[in-house]
Each structure stands twice: as C-alpha cells, then as structure tokens.
C-alpha cells in the first residue's frame, strides 16, 4: 500500500441514509476539498477540529451539487495520522458517487480495504492487535462481540503484553551480558532468578492463550443442534430460541423430514441453530434421508442439544441417543414441564445433574438452559475476562509459538546449554509477540490482514 499520497473512499454503507460520509487521506486532503467546496462563511476550509457548512460545487460549470458539512483534522491529530478531510453528504449513493468522482479526478487516488486503518498502523496511531480490533467492531453482531472489540481497541491486550515483552528482554539482557564477557557466569542464583521469570511469563501467556476457546466462538458464532426422536418438541425449543415461528410445529411425528437452520445469538455469541429431522428406526425413504443428515449436522456441531419429551417415558431411542451423543458436547433438555411428568426416578438417575427442565410453550427454564449453552461453550470466568480475550487464530497461533520457545528456553537454562542457544529461542519468542501488535510482520502478512477490511475504513 503506497502512503505518501492521497487517497479517498466512501466511508458509509452502501445504501440510502440521511448522511453519507466521502473521507480523504494525505497530503493533498485539504487543497482537493477546498477545490470543490463553497464555505458559507467567509471562514476558508482548512481550521483543524471545526466543522463548517457549505456546498459542493463542481468547478467546470459552478453547479452546486449537494449541501455538505467539511471537517479538517490535521495531522498527526487524526484518524490515519495524516491531514484527513470528511464530507459529510446527504445519504444518496448518487450525491456520493459524484463527489468522488470530483475529488478522483483531482488526483485522489481510490483507497483500497482498510487502507486507512492501515495508515493509521503505519504512523503508530495504533498497533496491529487495534487495528484488528477495527474490523471486529465493524462485523461485530451482538454486544458482547462489541464490547470485546472495544476494549481491544481500547489496546487491552497490547497493555498486558508489553510486561510479558519486558520481562523476556530482561532475560535477554542477562544472558547476552554472560556472552560478552565469559568470565562472569551466570550464577545459581540469577539462573534461578530467570527460571522463575520465565515460568511466570508462561503461566500468563497460557492464561492469554486459553482465552481463545471461548474467544473463537465468539467472533465465529458455533453450531447448535437440537436433536431427539419425533414429536418431543423439537421444533418447539427450535422457534422459542429464535424467538419466531420458523420451523412448523403438529402433532403429527416426523413432521420436520430435513435440517432447518437459523442464525441467532445466545448470550451475545453468535449461534447457528439447526432443527433436525426426529431420529428413529423406519423404513420410510424421505424420513430416512432426513434421519441420515441429522447425523451428519449432529457430528459437525459443535454442541447438541437433546430433546426429552418429560410427559412420556424413556424410550429405546431415546437412551440410544443419549449413548452416542459424548457428555462433554451435549446439554439435554427435558421438554414440557408444563404436563406431569412420566419420568420415573430410576430413568433420570444417570442424567440427573444435566437435566434442564423446560417448555416450550409456557417459556420456563429458557433462560437456564441459554446460561448453561454459554457456559459450556465459555467456562464460567469468560465474562470476567473479556477484556483480554484472543478472538483471532492468527494472534493466538503466535502466542502458542512463544509459549513454546520460552519453555524450550527455560528447559534448556536448566540443562545448562549455552547461552547462544537460549538467546535464539528467547528472540524467537519475543519475535511471535511482535507478530500480535505488528513490529516482526512482513509487508505480505500485513497486506492479506488489511485486505480482509471494507473500503472507506
């Protein structure tokens, strides 16, 4: 990405709205917005942190185009760390196609995905772990997912990295101090004093890093599959957790014949809800093929949740379902609590401690069973550690490799190896760290993460 020019986008989403933002970068920001705008004060456009009214007026013939509202920001006071110009427009996607048009034809050049955000790297407004934060907040769906992008972005994690860092240049520091001069070894007591540095760096890497099996759900969304034999409630459960009637709910058994799937969220995680055909021995064709890709949703899911009918008792599907579905990716749900129950002690005996009454019609125990969903998939600490939750496999991927040059490092400190050999995996480590805020990643690295943002941003 060239950064020593101008470039422009549309900022807004594509669409009609009440206000649609064209937003310059560069050097020449102001001189081409000051070409096309008419102030209606006598004030010329350029006063830093001001917004000021006026009009878009094409040069060649004087016709007023749109009236708009500009605002300087000079640098390095601004978003990208540069001179940026908004003008904010009526929300035609006409009105703004033309005055990018203007200012492309003024030497602005088109800006490419996220080319402002990465402007904004490259002049140290941010670092790469806020940067990414950007585009979290932009494609967040829910507000958990918000608010995780906004302490992120707020560099949260960047904050609890740089005394990791710190404390592995130390480290450094020692080791390459011994090299220098051979004569003064490393005495038990520093090689002890660095031993315990290195094992508490790891233990807070591992707790960074273990954030990332709730944190990849989060930013992903995961599969739910709610399962069991016909006519337990099913569907039911299905529309009460989408909050609609989407999937047809009868009396009749075998209703739904193939996988139904629906996008919601639970507990601020974006979920995919997937209402499978009743599972069961027949010979019915169709109902055979649905039965079939009900295992198929079953296995990729990432949780399923069993569906017990609690006015009838057990039956040999029903047991054989909770056989083939593993503890640790199944919630079961004992349905229609609102009839008595048929269930005897003896049938609930093994299960006991995973049941969650509910029903479907009446509503109760939803908000139990959605709170044990988001536990299972979070453990029960996630919301306390939001703040410093691992949301991209890229970062996490580098927290791993430090984890592991640093226990390389210590094992080798404890073997007694030379220093040489500690150092290499000591700056191995503290390079994998640089890889989340951006200091040791190459420009194609680079390129592909910022290719992942929209245009304008």
């Known amino acids: ?39 209606q004060s006598t004030a010329p456009p350029g006063e830093p942190n001001r917004a000021q009214v006026g009009h878009i007026v094409i040069p060649a013939t004087g016709e007023v185009l749109d009236e708009v509202i500009l605002t300087y920001f000079e640098m390095p006071h601004s978003y990208t ?10 929300g035609s996607p006409v009105i703004l196609g033309r005055v990018l048009q203007l200012v492309i034809e003024r030497k602005a050049r088109v800006a490419q995905p996220g080319e402002f955000t990465f402007r904004a790297f490259a002049n140290r407004r941010i670092d790469l772990a806020q940067a990414q934060a950007v585009r979290d907040l932009i494609n967040a769906q829910t507000g958990f997912q918000a608010r995780v992008a906004t302490k992120q972005l707020e560099g949260e994690l960047s904050k609890r990295l740089t005394p990791i860092k710190n404390v592995v240049v130390d480290v450094i520091v020692h080791l390459e101090s011994s090299v220098e001069f051979v004569d003064d070894d490393i005495s038990p007591e520093t090689a002890s004093a660095l031993l315990s540095k290195l094992g508490h760096t790891i233990e807070e890497l591992n707790l ?92 990729d899911a990432d949780i399923s949740l069993l569906i017990l009918d609690g006015s009838e008792p057990l039956t040999g599907d029903d047991i054989n379902l909770m056989n083939h579905l593993s503890r640790e990716h ?45 536990h299972r998939l979070a453990g029960t600490d996630a ?47 503290l390079a994998s760290l640089g890889e989340i805020t951006g200091e ?18």
């Open 1 to 39: 990405m060239i950064s020593d020019d101008t470039i422009a986008a549309i900022s807004t989403p594509p669409g009609r709205g009440g206000i649609g933002v064209v937003r310059l970068s560069g050097p020449s920001s102001l001189d081409i917005a000051a070409s096309i705008f008419r102030s």
């Open 383 to 429: 919301t306390e550690r939001d703040d410093i939750m691992l949301t991209d496999a890229r970062q996490h991927g580098a927290i791993e490799r430090a984890i592991e040059n640093l226990r390389e490092a210590r094992e080798m400190i404890m073997r007694g190896e030379l220093e040489e050999i500690v150092l290499l995996k000591l700056r191995g480590a």
């Open 208 to 299: 960074i890093a273990s954030s990332f099996a709730f944190g990849r759900y989060l930013r992903e969304g995961f599969d739910l599959a709610i399962v069991g034999r016909p006519n337990v409630g099913k569907s039911s459960v299905f529309n009460r957790l989408i909050g609609s009637d989407r999937a047809i709910v009868t009396e009749l058994p075998g209703t739904t014949r193939d996988a139904l799937y629906e996008s919601t969220s639970i507990s601020g995680v974006p979920v995919r809800l997937i209402d499978t055909a009743g599972i069961r021995e027949t010979t019915d064709l169709v109902e055979s093929i649905g039965i079939t890709r009900s295992r198929t949703a079953i296995a």
């Open 330 to 374: 199944r919630i079961i749900a004992l349905n229609k609590s609102d009839l008595p129950s048929k269930l005897g002690a003896d049938q609930t005996a093994s299960v006991i401690g995973e049941l969650i009454c509910v029903s479907a019609v009446t509503g109760d125990g939803f908000e139990l069973l959605t709170e044990r969903i988001f």
């Open 81 to 90: 760390g540069e001179d940026v110009v908004e003008i904010s427009c009526h």
């Open 440 to 457: 040791t990643l190459t420009e194609d690295i680079l390129g592909q993460i910022f290719s992942t943002f929209c245009i304008g941003k």
